[in-house]
């Protein structure tokens, strides 16, 4: 299981974002839409898990680390 690297704050963004581009999908007719049908779910995705495979590999982390 990969740690978690994605911040409240971008969990928040990233799950409107998600729900928007899902939305659009909907609403907008075109060969590219189901592109935005796939950027809504992975956005949904990385938001529900807090965690964002690219992220990890560029060393991104939006956590807020808890010192004990």
Known sequence: MLAKNVGQTD?????IVGIVAIIAYFVVS???SWLLLVVG???LGT???GTCPPY???GINTCK????
């Open 41 to 43: 779910i992975v956005m």
């Open 56 to 58: 990890s590999l560029l």
């Open 11 to 15: 969990r928040l963004i990233r799950a």
């Open 47 to 49: 938001a529900a898990m």
């Open 65 to 68: 680390i808890k010192k004990t």
């Open 30 to 32: 075109g060969g590219w």
